[in-house]
């Protein structure tokens, strides 16, 4: 406890370092985790100066040793955004996911999912120099149940948007 309230206070007091957010970015998220790799069509909606909904459609998965696994889910983070220098800014943000998946391991498995989780991410948003690109790498780490995969999540992946 002791820990997240430290976290939490150093959140907080960060947020004096402000972020100009797009109104608007547009893209591809494509990366990998202990569920597979795939990509996601990506959508930032600014909220403020410093805060964003991130909303992602996409889908995952993997095929080795006659084992397949698919996933399609949709995700919403809502996002704090800190600047470091100039374009350069770290974010962190909460959120959920809800999906299917079609699992061919051992035999026809096949439900629904949903996740809770968070995202801790850097980014460099072009504009600054002119360009109306923003490109971030960032992880995801989810908390999964209702489903037959029960647990966490993680994946790391790269992205790139277009801002307007």
């Not at 597979?36 to 909303?55: P, V």
């Not at 889910?73 to 299917?100: H, K, M, R, S």
């Amino acid at each position: 406890m002791k820990g997240f309230l430290t976290s939490l206070l150093v959140i907080l007091c960060l947020g004096q370092m402000r972020a100009q957010v797009n109104s608007h970015a547009l893209g591809i998220r494509g990366g990998a985790g202990n569920y597979g790799s795939g990509g996601e069509l990506s959508y930032q909606h600014g909220l403020g100066d410093a805060n964003r909904l991130e909303l992602d459609l996409g889908w995952r998965g993997y095929n080795r040793n006659n084992s397949r696994y698919s996933h399609l889910g949709v995700t919403g983070i809502y996002q704090w955004v800190w600047n470091i220098e100039d374009g350069f800014n770290w974010y962190a943000g909460l959120g959920g996911q809800v999906g299917l998946y079609s699992d061919k391991i051992y035999s026809e498995n096949n439900g629904a999912t949903i996740s809770l989780g968070g995202q801790l991410g850097i980014e460099y948003d072009f504009n600054e120099l002119g360009a109306p690109i923003q490109m971030s790498f960032d992880i995801r780490p989810m908390w999964g149940f209702l489903s037959a995969y029960n647990g966490i999540g993680y994946g790391a992946a790269f992205s790139i948007r277009y801002t307007w």
